[in-house]
């Protein structure tokens, strides 16, 4: 079974390695249009296709005091502004039926959160909306599970990539079985490997998210040998003042060089 899927001009499952980059969520406009501005530069010099992601809403917080985001109408409009000045395509999550309409009228994938993949209200609406989905495997599953949320989504006529993001382990811990991404791939879609939020700690400085941002890299390379079919990196020019989940958010300076090892794997192992 061909597990390739195409979207926007970017193809999951083919040789090249699509990356999925931006901004956890969207802190300014200002401050979003930089970072897609470098991000696209830097993609396209390493020659790795890209799609830009930052959220309107980060509804999955640690503490009712933590940045959530600009929210739906102006994100989206922030969004949609990336689109117009780069050409590129978007990714955004969702967590409520009422904004799947609204985002897939701007974003080229919507991506259902892991917290969420078996919400099958969400699920089935993503899978309607005409866009690709991306489904993040939740930290309590076990990759064969997810045949099941395929199975919702195929059903409700949708086109949908699994997202690998790690495994709860203990307190305040993931970690990743990399045999999870072609036992995932036997289910007919392409798998993409989420290094940054891999390296979280979920609650692990009490009041937020903690991480081991310096793990990224090598979760990074991980994840590229052994047959991702894409490569999704939270990325921030200064994470240490990121208003959500900069613990394990990637420092734009550091992306190039990453990129090249992964361009270097995946020749590797892609003839």
């Known amino acids: 079974m061909s597990r390739s899927l195409s979207v926007a001009g970017v193809t999951f499952g083919g040789k090249a390695l699509p990356l999925i980059a931006g901004p956890c969520v969207i802190e300014s406009e200002r401050h979003c249009l930089g970072v897609a501005e470098k991000l696209a530069k830097i993609a396209e010099r390493a020659g790795f296709p890209l799609i830009f992601k930052s959220s309107y809403d980060k509804a999955n917080r640690t503490s009712l005091d933590s940045y959530r985001g600009p929210g739906l109408e102006a994100g989206l409009a922030v969004l949609a502004k990336v ?7 978007l990714l955004t999550d969702v967590h409520k039926v009422e904004e799947v ?8 994938i919507l991506q259902v959160p892991a917290f969420l993949c078996r ?12 866009r690709v989905v991306n489904v993040k495997k939740g930290q309590f599953l076990a990759p064969w599970d997810m045949k099941n949320v395929l199975e919702k989504i195929r059903r409700s006529g949708g086109r949908a990539m699994i997202t690998e ?21 036997k289910l007919g879609v392409p798998v993409v490997f989420d290094a940054t939020h891999s390296a979280q700690q979920p609650g692990g400085k009490g009041s937020s998210t903690g991480g081991q941002r310096e793990m990224v890299p ?7 040998a052994a047959g991702a079919d894409g490569v999704f990196l939270e990325c921030h020019e200064n994470p240490d003042r990121a208003p959500s989940d900069g613990p394990n958010m990637l420092r734009l300076k550091e992306l190039p060089a990453l990129l090249e090892q992964l361009a270097a794997i995946r020749a590797a192992i892609v003839r």
């Open 101 to 108: 309409d609204p985002a897939a009228g701007v974003c080229d």
């Open 218 to 224: 090598v979760l990074a390379r991980c994840g590229v």
């Open 119 to 130: 919400q099958t209200d969400l699920v089935v609406a993503v899978a309607k909306s005409g």
């Open 83 to 89: 689109k117009k000045r780069f050409g590129l395509p």
């Open 165 to 185: 993001r790690g495994v709860s382990f203990g307190y305040n811990t993931l970690v990743n079985d990399f045999r999870s991404i072609p036992e995932m791939q």
